[in-house]
């Protein structure tokens, strides 16, 4: 007699819930388990380029700060170049490349100082234009997010980049833009992430 088989359900689809800052920033949590939590320090003291300050909110539907996000950030370096396994020797001492930041409980604002990337060889030989790519996950949200983060005063550079080109509309593609202030002579990037609605963020499956 064939055995037979039996196969589970499909579990339903949940979100990250309010457990995501208990085991990714445990710190932030209240929960003391790391004498430096990791992904706080993108871009160590020995890391080269100009030294600037990216800072924004998350914004849902309603136009309401989102205040429980955990964000991560990937980006090469002053020269382009992440540290990665493939690139050994070429990445300096000091640049991590890759941080992991929260949103304050409060005002739902985060922020994150770095040093701005340089523009990246792409895949198919193209350069792109200075970027920072970013992961968003909160409660309400089934699947993280992701998008990228392009600079303002790189408008020759973003012109010609791939991807952004790959966004038909011109005002979509002004979602991934930050805008460029100063404050005590460091360069601060503005980003605000929308969910929905009008001017919602371009997000990429990737």
Known sequence: MPQRLDYLKETPSQTAGPYVHIGLAPGAAGFQIYEQELGW???GPGAKGERIRVEGVVVDGTGSPVKDVLLEAWQ?????IYAHPEHPGEVEEGFRGWGRVITDFETGEWGFDTVKPGPVLGRGGQMMAPHINLWIVARGINVGLNTRLYFEDEGEANAA???????EWERRRSTLIAGRSERGGTPVYRFDIRLQGEDETVFFDI
Request: avoid cysteine.
């Open 76 to 80: 090469a370096n002053a020269e382009g």
């Open 41 to 43: 320090e993108i871009a």
């Open 161 to 167: 980049d791939p991807v952004l080109n790959v966004i």
